[in-house]
């Protein structure tokens, strides 16, 4: 992005103050601490999630089904009711069977060329009639070829959310597909210096595999074509994989030691893939709820390249703002030259001497006042201040610990649940899991994971329940097992705190 405020000179004087104001403006408008309205109308399923001062406040599903503008717009007024939303900030996050997400392979090319063959693609590839909006994102470069990611949506859509958002009064901050979100995961996995990671989802029946650096960089992000018939679901994924794994070590030189899997289960699992795959497959560190996937569609950065929000209301209340402030500058300008006016009438009334004098410096001053405004005025059109303002906050606490989390959690114990909340005196933290080893073990397990949990870096003071747990099922555990090869299962939930 061009730096539309870089100057050949540092600035100095009035003109400095004007442009430090103009940042703060900048950054208290799409400030993330302000309350906001988190959406998702997947598949024509509604919820909805305020979060307030970074924190989750209220969520609400609507029962039924979403499928028209009109259901949307009565879904959206009950959401704001039920969610006691009062801001004016919203992201949106949609899945549709219009939306279509396209690889391309195009050789290398100035974006003058490029941009239309692209937009000639979109033509060819759209289902919906009438014009279509799309969004691309470079990728690696093989073997004389570009790999270019294509988003198209319809326009119809997203012109018909941008009004019911106006009418609502709200000022629409994300409009994204749930790709989106899984792109975003690949900052939460635990990964070594140097290595790669592949992440492969499963969400609402689509297959995308994800693959970024050690510093959740993105490398590659593709779409899985519908299902073929006659190839297992299981082994087609795993082919997919390995032919991404190969492709990335080529071509980036990035080894991926690990292949994690997060998707619905009752559609694929990882047993269904790992025996047609090399690489060790993992779960998902986490079982994320909807109420996570809210969380991080709220917190995707307004310059995310899958924000198919219209620029103009992206600029709409930084440009409010500005020229609100700017006609009160110039107000007060003006209220400073009728003063400094009045004040030289008076005085000339007294010193008939100085006449010639005071008038040549009322001349200046007037000039000079002139100057300025015209100055104000210029400053609003050449600066753009909206189109350099892309930048978000990320959550406090709940993203970071979740991901250390994942990196503590002992092979032994299967964590079903990852409960987080802040409250006037703390952090409050809930962990339901279960173990298939015998009590012994378990016990040791879980008190060697309480004792990271409470020496890492967020020192959680947990209760001792747990262990409780797990000796009162010593006796119908070993009854519901009839034979010395079954494992028995022992569950626990850990309950602490962090202050």
């Known amino acids: 992005m061009i730096d539309i405020f870089k100057e050949t000179k540092q600035p100095s004087g009035f003109r400095a103050t004007i442009l430090d104001m103009s940042q703060k403006i900048q950054n208290t408008l799409l400030s993330n601490k302000q309350p906001i309205l988190s959406v998702s109308l997947l598949n024509g399923r509604f919820k909805a999630l305020s979060i307030i001062n970074n924190s989750i406040h209220l969520g609400w599903e609507k029962p039924g089904m979403v499928v028209s503008p009109h259901m949307l717009r009565q879904a959206l007024q009950e959401a704001i009711h ?25 050789p290398p090319m100035f ?119 006659w190839v297992p679901l299981g082994e087609r994924v795993a082919t997919e994989a390995n032919r991404t794994i190969m492709f990335i070590t080529q071509q980036a030189k990035v080894t991926i030691p690990h292949i994690w899997f997060l998707g619905e289960e009752e559609r694929l699992t990882v047993g269904e893939i790992q025996p047609h795959v090399t690489t060790p497959l993992l779960p998902f560190p986490i079982n994320p709820d909807w109420k996570y996937w809210l969380w991080v569609g709220a917190t995707l950065p307004v310059n995310h390249p899958s924000n198919f929000t219209p620029k103009q209301v992206l600029q709409a209340p930084l440009r409010n703002t500005l020229t609100k402030t700017l006609a009160a500058m110039i107000a007060v300008f003006i209220m400073l030259g009728v003063g400094t006016t009045s004040v030289i009438e008076g005085y000339l009334t007294k010193h008939h001497t100085a006449v010639q004098t005071i008038t040549a410096r009322v001349t200046a001053l007037q000039q000079d006042q002139e100057q300025w405004k015209s100055r104000l005025m210029s400053l609003q059109t050449k600066r753009q201040w909206a189109q350099a303002v892309r930048e978000t906050t990320v959550p406090e606490l709940e993203g970071p610990f979740l991901s250390y989390l994942g990196t503590i959690i002992p092979p032994q114990i299967i964590l ?78 850990m309950k602490g705190t962090m202050s």
């Open 82 to 106: 039920h969610t006691e939303f009062s801001g004016t900030q919203i992201a949106m996050m949609f899945e549709d069977p219009r939306f279509i997400s396209r690889t391309l392979q195009l």
């Open 111 to 229: 974006l003058t060329d490029l941009l239309p063959i692209l937009d000639r693609k979109v033509q060819q590839e759209k289902t919906c009639e009438g014009p279509a909006a799309w969004r691309y994102r470079m990728g690696l470069e093989s073997r004389g070829k570009l790999n270019i990611h294509l988003e198209i949506w319809p326009q119809h859509f997203i012109d018909e959310i941008v009004q019911i958002c106006q009418d609502f009064g709200l000022s629409l901050r994300q409009l994204a597909p749930l790709s989106a979100l899984a792109e975003n995961q690949l900052s939460t996995l635990p990964v070594k210096p140097g290595e790669g990671s592949l992440l492969v989802t499963m969400l609402e029946g689509k297959i995308m595999f994800i693959a970024g650096r050690d510093d959740g960089t993105l490398l590659w992000a593709r779409h899985l074509f519908p299902v073929q018939d």
């Open 416 to 493: 079903q649940k990852a409960y987080l909340e802040r409250t006037q005196d703390g952090w409050i933290m809930e962990l339901d899991g279960s173990t298939s080893t015998n009590l012994s073990t378990t016990l040791l397990v879980v008190h060697q994971f309480a004792q990271q949990l409470a020496e890492g870096p967020y020192h959680v003071t947990l209760d001792e329940d747990w262990r409780d747990q797990l000796l009162t099922q010593t006796t119908t555990t070993t009854s519901s097992f009839t034979s010395a090869t079954d494992r028995p299962l022992h569950r626990f939930t």
